[in-house]
């Protein structure tokens, strides 16, 4: 588990409400509404017209081709490296979510063809060793999962189990014989009183709420029932799952199988305090009947996603010595199958190693690490010698180009399979090989859609920061039909994380916005992930602060260019990009408007009420608010409200437990009160991922795009 405050995992995602969008023209107090998906027309306080960004135009990217995208997830290669399965996504505009069916293709490019219905909901696939089954997971609308296996030669389907919670890691043996995963185990709160029951027919309300642990609730899954996770197994001609570990402690890291069948290796925080040490995981064995658990790792900090040598006798893991940093480089090592002569291998690589698989020799193993804003695919020695395999790897974050992606690797061949993803198109399968170190595009998801579009243009840039000199790395997203001798707004767009990247990948909304007529900036600012352990610190319990300067002498940089119009400067940015856009409005009156989402406003309160409290007061600040009072207050956006004179919209969503709307109610409030012209965006329904559902994205940025065009001063409607 890498330590990103509001991005916790690889896994990102997303729920919300259906709407589309309009501002009304009320200017100290707008009235917000929710009219149908008919009409994108956002009107324009400034000039009462509609603008041109419709869906009626053909040529460019808009709010409601949103629900034409399509995206590979998942890719999993044969063991003899010939095919290619994965989980093609799409959106339901009927249903406003997501459709999730599982492809083939040949490595070749050939053959590509559906496996399952898209009603299905599918996911999870699994080849067998020896490829001849594909195991998958159909998930129920509602909770629960079945566990099926395919033969693939005939394409006969059985279902193995029936399971009341869905399954994760699901993982063959080496004999093909069984299966391992993990699930969720439910049980009852140890209480010592009761209350009298209501009578046949009697409404008393709701359930209360009983809690008693310091994690109670979690983004994107509410309420935390009470229960753990553990492992299960189970013939692969199905039966009856055995659970094999159990305890009030949680199992649902990587499971690995010992080369012989007889154990399994997996990773979890099996601490009895595990909720205030969240970073202390290690890895673990147990036999496949179930019995002893053996800890193999026992240092202060994670070690996770083991996977074991062809030969059986070494385990190649992840992880790090906690030193309580905000950000800190996640290492790979290794160590005997007993346990013994732990070493470091990836000492001297400054980045993130992650998800590490061996190559079929046992030489070396390849992994996924970002740099400089891409995610690429390497390989390493066990002498700890990195090449560069493959780079453009991500895709799978929609809305906004975060970095991420998913890749496996063939066990027999050494070719391996990946989700490309370019500016111009989101995650497609790949497929590449360490012998030729080249790769090859096998899909086109989006071709009957983006074939018939102009999208907008990418420019990377450099500059150096105001504050230190230091090189700060950006992007600049030209609107279609770019023309340099033209004057443009300029929105700058800011990442959350803030131990995350943006890169040159596919992001619906900043094509949206550029697509609207906006030149549209963002950058990796200090901090960011993919520079190194030391870039990433320069923000260590001093965010948010010197970012601040990165972001404006990107602005100034931007500026030299003369299409920039300097009097249509605006600013927007999610999670820890709301943070930054609240500081900056605290900071800075250049803008015309800004809309901060989803932020921390309030530090000290947002250690008491977010999902992830122990890592709020172990790694982003040095100890607890009533300790630290000056740092909480002098690093909060709401000490600096008093300041703020830019126009202000604050969204956020209802049940978002990441950053609590608590947080972004403070700073609306604030403005209220000093009459500073602003409005308050709550989406009900909605988690920290505002922008899930697509109904959602095209309101997002509908509201954005409203709430600048009311302030833009040049009396040009934006033309897509």
């Given at each position: 588990m890498s330590?990103?405050?509001?991005?916790i995992?690889?896994v990102l995602?997303?729920?919300?409400f259906?709407s589309?969008?309009?501002v009304?023209?009320?200017?100290?107090s707008?009235?917000v509404?929710k009219?149908?998906?008919?009409?994108?027309?956002i009107?324009n306080s400034k000039t009462?017209q509609?603008?041109t960004?419709?869906?009626?135009?053909?040529?460019h990217?808009?709010?409601?081709?949103?629900?034409?995208?399509q995206?590979?997830?998942d890719?999993?290669i044969?063991?003899?490296?010939?095919?290619?399965?994965f989980?093609?996504?799409?959106y339901d505009?009927?249903?406003d979510?997501e459709?999730?069916s599982?492809w083939?293709?040949?490595?070749?490019g050939?053959?590509?063809?559906p496996i399952?219905?898209p009603?299905?909901?599918?996911g999870?696939?699994?080849?067998?060793?020896s490829g001849d089954?594909?195991l998958?997971?159909?998930?129920?609308?509602?909770?629960?999962a079945d566990i099926?296996?395919?033969?693939?030669?005939?394409g006969?389907?059985?279902?193995l189990?029936?399971?009341?919670?869905?399954p994760?890691e699901?993982?063959w043996?080496?004999?093909?014989?069984?299966?391992?995963?993990?699930?969720f185990?439910p049980?009852?709160?140890?209480?010592?009183?009761t209350v009298?029951n209501?009578?046949?027919?009697?409404?008393w309300?709701?359930?209360?709420?009983?809690i008693?642990?310091?994690?109670y609730r979690f983004n994107g899954?509410?309420?935390?029932?009470?229960g753990?996770?553990h492992?299960f197994?189970?013939?692969a001609?199905g039966?009856?799952?055995?659970q094999i570990?159990s305890g009030?402690?949680d199992d649902?890291g990587?499971?690995?199988?010992?080369?012989d069948?007889?154990n399994i290796i997996?990773?979890?925080?099996r601490?009895?305090?595990?909720?205030?040490v969240?970073?202390n995981s290690d890895?673990y064995?147990?036999?496949v009947?179930?019995?002893?658990?053996?800890?193999?790792?026992?240092?202060?900090g994670?070690d996770?996603?083991?996977?074991?040598s062809?030969?059986?006798s070494l385990?190649?893991y992840t992880?790090?010595?906690d030193r309580?940093?905000?950000y800190q480089?996640t290492?790979?090592?290794l160590?005997?199958?007993n346990?013994?002569n732990?070493?470091?291998?990836?000492?001297?690589?400054?980045r993130?190693?992650r998800?590490?698989q061996?190559?079929?020799?046992g030489k070396?193993l390849f992994?996924?690490y970002?740099?400089?804003?891409?995610?690429?695919?390497?390989y390493?020695?066990?002498?700890?010698k990195?090449s560069?395999l493959?780079?453009?790897i991500g895709g799978?974050?929609?809305?906004?180009?975060?970095s991420g992606?998913?890749y496996t690797v063939?066990p027999?061949?050494?070719?391996f399979?990946?989700t490309?993803?370019a500016p111009?198109?989101?995650?497609?399968?790949a497929v590449g090989s360490?012998?030729s170190?080249?790769s090859?595009?096998?899909t086109n998801?989006n071709a009957?859609?983006?074939d018939h579009?102009?999208?907008?243009?990418?420019?990377?840039i450099?500059?150096p920061?105001?504050?230190d000199?230091r090189d700060?790395?950006?992007?600049?997203?030209?609107p279609?039909g770019?023309d340099?001798s033209?004057?443009?707004?300029?929105?700058?767009?800011?990442h959350?994380g803030?131990?995350?990247?943006?890169?040159?990948r596919?992001s619906a909304e900043?094509?949206?916005?550029?697509?609207?007529?906006?030149?549209v900036?963002?950058?990796?600012p200090?901090?960011?992930t993919?520079y190194g352990?030391?870039?990433?610190?320069?923000?260590?319990h001093?965010y948010?602060d010197?970012d601040?300067?990165?972001l404006?002498?990107?602005?100034?940089e931007?500026?030299k260019?003369?299409?920039?119009d300097p009097?249509q400067?605006?600013?927007?940015?999610?999670?820890?990009g709301?943070?930054?856009t609240?500081w900056i409005v605290?900071?800075t009156?250049r803008f015309?408007a800004a809309v901060?989402?989803?932020?921390?406003?309030n530090w000290?309160?947002w250690v008491?009420?977010?999902?992830?409290?122990?890592?709020?007061v172990?790694y982003w600040?040095?100890g607890?608010?009533w300790?630290?009072?000056?740092n909480?207050?002098?690093r909060s956006?709401?000490t600096?409200?008093?300041?703020?004179?830019?126009?202000?919209m604050?969204m956020t969503?209802?049940?978002?437990?990441?950053t609590p709307?608590?947080d972004?109610?403070?700073?609306?409030?604030a403005?209220?009160?000093q009459?500073?012209?602003s409005?308050?965006?709550?989406?009900?329904?909605?988690n920290?991922?505002i922008a899930?559902?697509?109904?959602?994205m095209m309101?997002k940025?509908a509201?954005i795009l409203?709430?600048?065009?009311?302030?833009?001063?040049?009396?040009?409607t934006?033309?897509?």
């Amino acid at each position: 588990m890498s330590c990103k405050l509001f991005r916790i995992s690889a896994v990102l995602l997303f729920t919300l409400f259906i709407s589309f969008i309009t501002v009304a023209q009320t200017k100290a107090s707008p009235a917000v509404q929710k009219p149908g998906l008919k009409s994108e027309g956002i009107i324009n306080s400034k000039t009462s017209q509609t603008n041109t960004f419709s869906a009626n135009d053909s040529t460019h990217f808009t709010l409601k081709k949103i629900f034409d995208l399509q995206w590979a997830s998942d890719p999993q290669i044969s063991p003899d490296g010939k095919e290619v399965v994965f989980i093609r996504n799409s959106y339901d505009i009927m249903s406003d979510g997501e459709r999730h069916s599982l492809w083939i293709i040949n490595s070749d490019g050939s053959g590509l063809r559906p496996i399952t219905d898209p009603e299905v909901n599918a996911g999870s696939p699994r080849w067998s060793p020896s490829g001849d089954r594909l195991l998958y997971v159909a998930r129920g609308k509602e909770h629960g999962a079945d566990i099926l296996v395919r033969w693939m030669d005939s394409g006969q389907t059985a279902r193995l189990a029936t399971l009341e919670h869905g399954p994760g890691e699901l993982t063959w043996s080496p004999k093909g014989d069984m299966i391992a995963f993990s699930m969720f185990v439910p049980s009852k709160p140890d209480l010592s009183f009761t209350v009298p029951n209501p009578p046949k027919g009697a409404d008393w309300g709701p359930q209360i709420k009983v809690i008693d642990r310091l994690v109670y609730r979690f983004n994107g899954r509410g309420y935390l029932p009470h229960g753990h996770t553990h492992l299960f197994v189970i013939p692969a001609e199905g039966g009856t799952p055995h659970q094999i570990t159990s305890g009030n402690v949680d199992d649902g890291g990587s499971l690995i199988w010992t080369r012989d069948g007889a154990n399994i290796i997996f990773s979890a925080n099996r601490h009895e305090d595990a909720s205030y040490v969240p970073l202390n995981s290690d890895i673990y064995e147990v036999p496949v009947e179930g019995g002893t658990v053996k800890t193999l790792t026992d240092r202060n900090g994670p070690d996770s996603n083991p996977v074991i040598s062809p030969d059986g006798s070494l385990i190649a893991y992840t992880g790090f010595d906690d030193r309580y940093q905000g950000y800190q480089v996640t290492k790979l090592y290794l160590m005997n199958r007993n346990g013994s002569n732990k070493r470091v291998v990836s000492g001297d690589f400054d980045r993130d190693v992650r998800n590490p698989q061996w190559d079929r020799n046992g030489k070396g193993l390849f992994f996924q690490y970002d740099d400089k804003g891409v995610t690429k695919i390497g390989y390493i020695t066990l002498q700890g010698k990195v090449s560069e395999l493959a780079d453009n790897i991500g895709g799978l974050s929609i809305g906004r180009p975060y970095s991420g992606g998913q890749y496996t690797v063939s066990p027999k061949t050494g070719e391996f399979a990946f989700t490309l993803t370019a500016p111009d198109h989101p995650a497609d399968i790949a497929v590449g090989s360490m012998d030729s170190k080249k790769s090859d595009r096998l899909t086109n998801l989006n071709a009957s859609l983006f074939d018939h579009l102009t999208l907008g243009s990418l420019e990377e840039i450099h500059f150096p920061s105001s504050y230190d000199k230091r090189d700060i790395e950006g992007w600049l997203l030209k609107p279609p039909g770019f023309d340099p001798s033209q004057k443009y707004p300029l929105i700058l767009e800011i990442h959350g994380g803030p131990f995350a990247d943006y890169g040159p990948r596919f992001s619906a909304e900043d094509q949206l916005y550029a697509a609207a007529g906006y030149v549209v900036l963002y950058i990796n600012p200090r901090g960011s992930t993919s520079y190194g352990e030391a870039f990433g610190n320069l923000i260590h319990h001093d965010y948010p602060d010197h970012d601040y300067e990165d972001l404006m002498s990107g602005v100034d940089e931007v500026l030299k260019r003369n299409y920039i119009d300097p009097d249509q400067l605006f600013v927007t940015g999610g999670s820890g990009g709301g943070v930054l856009t609240a500081w900056i409005v605290g900071h800075t009156n250049r803008f015309k408007a800004a809309v901060v989402a989803k932020p921390v406003i309030n530090w000290y309160s947002w250690v008491l009420t977010a999902d992830l409290p122990s890592l709020g007061v172990k790694y982003w600040f040095a100890g607890y608010p009533w300790d630290h009072l000056d740092n909480y207050i002098k690093r909060s956006p709401i000490t600096y409200a008093g300041n703020v004179k830019t126009p202000t919209m604050v969204m956020t969503g209802e049940e978002d437990y990441r950053t609590p709307s608590s947080d972004a109610e403070q700073f609306y409030e604030a403005l209220k009160l000093q009459k500073v012209p602003s409005v308050m965006i709550r989406i009900p329904d909605a988690n920290h991922h505002i922008a899930a559902k697509p109904s959602n994205m095209m309101a997002k940025v509908a509201y954005i795009l409203g709430w600048f065009e009311r302030y833009r001063t040049d009396q040009k409607t934006a033309k897509p």
